[in-house]
């Protein structure tokens, strides 16, 4: 018998929340499989939704190299961009879009343009509405537009940013960024008139400011293109309920971390269990040992009292977490024998709540998951 952990993935619930999204917003919608798509499986989850989306979105290069190793052939954003001239080759090889958010990337452009041939490139122009992370400053969009419209390698140009605090929707740091998006996309559309002024008609410039988080709660954002990310894997960033609702609709349940007991133990009052003897039983009890640990991603932090689903019956965590195996009490799962099933996380446990008795985040849960858990699709 192999180990029994293992992370159940439902891909037809992520290929719905996706069109949840795409209902939300009315627009394109970009499906975000960076980090090992959020800790699902990088290559199986594009390779699913690569023929039912607008697009894919990834972090690196190198994730965007691994998804056209599969011969994925849809529209596929590299949101951190590259870094020098044989990544640059690279990308237009593998006809990606990228986000272009410092100085030396425009010069990377620059540089190949000279002696580029027959290269149509998707630029995505970060500005940095208030994140502080990447991209160019609002006054110098306009500037940094026309000098990639100047390129002949540069096919179109999307304006884009992130926001800071869009799972907290009634926060004004969303009302200024969006503000200063809106200003910054102003002033980049008169430069754009200015240069086809040739042009009858005015164009409204593609545009993308809104992640999972606005599109959910801030429909001011929602834009010609949007990036889902969290929402997909059937967490709502916005943490307005546990069990992940949107409006009417519920986000689907992409992922059920399960395992079973491999060990039931009686314990007597005042016994411990453990590491650092952390818990110790207030009276006679029953307790289980699960096959799974902060080895497998399970969060070390997530402390006494964190709920566990024993046989269907919710419990809890007892104890600290070990590499491999954690505690779980049984006082009120008398039935649970070795190989009753648990579920860490999944349909019948949010992995919200699992987060937050970890004082972590669902994002942390889903990409911290190691290589030794396996994927059951």
């Not at 609002?138 to 002949?152: F, G, I, N, T, V």
């Given at each position: 018998?192999?180990?029994?952990?293992?992370?159940?993935?439902?891909?037809?619930?992520?290929?719905?929340?996706?069109?949840?999204?795409?209902?939300?917003?009315?627009?394109?919608?970009?499906?975000?499989?960076?980090?090992?798509?959020?800790?699902?499986?990088?290559?199986?989850?594009?390779?699913?939704?690569?023929?039912?989306?607008?697009?894919?979105?990834?972090?690196?290069?190198?994730?965007?190299?691994?998804?056209?190793?599969?011969?994925?052939?849809?529209?596929?954003?590299?949101?951190?961009?590259?870094f020098?001239?044989?990544?640059?080759?690279?990308?237009i090889?593998?006809?990606?879009?990228?986000?272009?958010?410092?100085?030396?990337?425009?010069?990377?452009?620059?540089?190949?343009?000279?002696?580029?041939v027959?290269?149509?490139?998707?630029?995505?122009?970060?500005?940095d509405?208030?994140?502080?992370?990447?991209?160019?400053?609002?006054?110098?969009?306009?500037?940094?537009?026309?000098?990639?419209?100047?390129?002949?390698?540069?096919?179109?140009?999307?304006?884009?940013?992130?926001?800071?605090?869009?799972?907290?929707?009634?926060?004004?740091?969303?009302?200024?960024?969006?503000?200063?998006?809106?200003?910054?996309?102003?002033?980049?559309?008169?430069?754009?008139?200015?240069?086809?002024?040739?042009?009858?008609?005015?164009?409204p410039?593609?545009?993308?400011?809104?992640?999972?988080?606005?599109?959910?709660?801030?429909?001011?954002?929602?834009?010609?293109?949007?990036?889902?990310?969290?929402?997909?894997?059937?967490?709502?960033?916005?943490?307005?309920?546990?069990?992940?609702?949107?409006?009417?609709?519920?986000?689907?349940?992409?992922?059920?971390?399960?395992?079973?007991?491999?060990?039931?133990?009686?314990?007597?009052?005042?016994?411990s269990?453990?590491?650092?003897?952390?818990?110790?039983?207030?009276?006679?009890?029953?307790?289980?040992?699960?096959?799974?640990?902060?080895?497998?991603?399970?969060?070390?932090?997530?402390?006494?009292?964190?709920p566990?689903?024993?046989?269907?019956?919710?419990?809890?965590?007892?104890?600290?977490?070990?590499?491999?195996?954690?505690?779980?009490?049984?006082?009120?799962?008398?039935?649970?024998?070795?190989?009753?099933?648990?579920?860490?996380?999944?349909?019948?446990?949010?992995?919200?709540?699992?987060?937050?008795?970890?004082?972590?985040?669902?994002?942390?849960?889903?990409?911290?998951?190691?290589?030794?858990?396996?994927?059951?699709?």
């Amino acid at each position: 018998m192999t180990r029994p952990l293992q992370a159940i993935v439902n891909l037809g619930s992520i290929l719905s929340n996706y069109q949840q999204a795409k209902t939300l917003v009315g627009g394109s919608v970009a499906a975000v499989v960076k980090a090992n798509g959020y800790g699902h499986g990088l290559t199986t989850v594009a390779t699913y939704l690569a023929p039912h989306v607008d697009a894919l979105a990834v972090a690196t290069l190198e994730e965007a190299v691994e998804i056209r190793a599969e011969n994925v052939s849809t529209r596929l954003l590299v949101l951190e961009g590259v870094f020098d001239a044989e990544a640059l080759d690279t990308a237009i090889q593998l006809n990606l879009d990228l986000v272009v958010h410092s100085e030396y990337q425009v010069e990377l452009l620059e540089r190949y343009h000279q002696s580029a041939v027959n290269t149509a490139l998707n630029i995505w122009l970060k500005i940095d509405t208030g994140m502080g992370r990447l991209g160019f400053h609002p006054d110098k969009a306009a500037e940094r537009y026309k000098q990639l419209h100047s390129l002949s390698i540069v096919e179109s140009v999307i304006l884009t940013s992130h926001f800071a605090c869009a799972d907290e929707p009634e926060r004004e740091e969303n009302v200024f960024q969006l503000a200063a998006f809106d200003a910054a996309v102003r002033s980049v559309q008169r430069a754009h008139d200015e240069l086809f002024e040739s042009r009858s008609e005015t164009t409204p410039l593609p545009q993308s400011i809104a992640n999972s988080a606005a599109i959910i709660a801030l429909p001011a954002a929602h834009r010609h293109w949007n990036r889902a990310g969290i929402m997909l894997y059937g967490s709502d960033p916005v943490n307005r309920a546990v069990d992940g609702s949107v409006g009417k609709q519920s986000l689907a349940c992409s992922m059920t971390l399960q395992s079973r007991l491999i060990a039931v133990r009686s314990a007597a009052k005042g016994e411990s269990i453990g590491y650092g003897a952390d818990f110790r039983f207030s009276e006679d009890g029953r307790y289980g040992i699960v096959a799974c640990g902060y080895g497998d991603g399970y969060p070390r932090h997530a402390g006494t009292g964190t709920p566990v689903m024993v046989d269907g019956v919710r419990t809890r965590l007892i104890g600290r977490v070990s590499m491999d195996m954690l505690a779980v009490d049984l006082s009120c799962v008398p039935q649970a024998v070795v190989g009753a099933e648990v579920e860490l996380w999944g349909p019948q446990l949010s992995v919200a709540e699992v987060a937050e008795c970890a004082g972590t985040i669902p994002y942390e849960l889903f990409t911290g998951l190691t290589q030794r858990v396996p994927r059951v699709y």
